[in-house]
């Protein structure tokens, strides 16, 4: 079973947001959204450390980084796993 959360923020957090979310580990999907447009979908490896996680999607962190300079406001639609 998995939830769905939002969060809106500003572009210059986008990074460091994503990555906080991704050392939880128990996110399955984040979407980045601006102006109701899905700009990013990063579909996660469960169980993949979160270490290994970011190792993988730096080049599109580093896209991201770039785009989120570009925007004032996106939101981050993010798909958790219910742990049981």
Do not use: W, Y
């Amino acid at each position: 079973m998995s939830t769905k959360e939002k969060f809106t923020i500003s572009g210059d957090k986008l990074v460091e947001k994503i990555k906080q979310l991704i050392h939880k580990g128990n996110i399955r999907r984040v979407r980045v959204i601006h102006k109701g447009n899905t700009i990013l979908e990063i579909p996660l490896t469960v169980g993949a450390s979160a270490a290994a996680v970011i190792a993988l999607a730096a080049p599109i962190l580093a896209a991201l980084g770039a785009f989120a300079a570009l925007v004032t406001e996106c939101t981050i639609e993010v798909e958790k796993i219910e742990k049981s």
